[in-house]
């Protein structure tokens, strides 16, 4: 069990960065994404299909990679109060493969105060996903409202 203590939107400051813990995306766990969504789409799941692709493997679906990127962040030593995702900016830029360990790196740079709903604020992440090889192989940023310490506004 962690021990970190979750952030309310007061405590993030602007140029705040995390690293978060690794993650290996293995044949199994791709499998079992399939399984979850439903997109057996060939280049993920046949291998002999993939050889013929640009990639010339297999590979991780691409919301996958984003997936796992939220999952990390909720399990690094920088994290926030459960509030309300607002949405994604994503772009998968190379390729997620069977055994590669990835780990996503985020920054705060944006934090603003909910005008619509008083108690909560804005945080924006920019955030990439690297593999053990250094590459992004995906980012963007996400949007989160997250509530407010009791009795600072």
């Not at 602007?14 to 439903?38: H, M």
């Not at 509030?83 to 705060?108: A, C, E, H, Y």
């Amino acid at each position: 069990m962690s021990t970190t203590v979750e952030k309310y939107w007061d405590d993030a400051r602007e140029g705040d960065t995390c690293e978060s813990p690794t993650y290996e995306v293995t044949e199994a766990r791709i499998n079992a994404y399939a399984e979850l969504t439903g997109d057996f789409t060939p280049v993920h799941i046949d291998e002999e299909y993939a050889k013929t692709t640009p990639f010339g493997t297999r590979v991780a679906h691409g919301l996958f990679g984003l997936s796992i990127a939220d999952g990390l962040k909720t399990r690094s030593d920088y994290r926030f109060l459960p509030g309300m995702s607002l949405g994604w900016n994503w772009d998968f830029l190379l390729p997620i493969r069977i055994n590669d360990t990835v780990q996503v790196r985020f920054k705060v740079t944006g934090l603003r105060a909910s005008k619509s709903r008083p108690g909560w604020g804005i945080v924006i992440l920019p955030s990439e996903l690297v593999n053990q090889r250094g590459e992004v192989v995906q980012k963007g940023e996400h949007r989160l409202m997250i509530p407010r310490r009791p009795g600072s506004f």
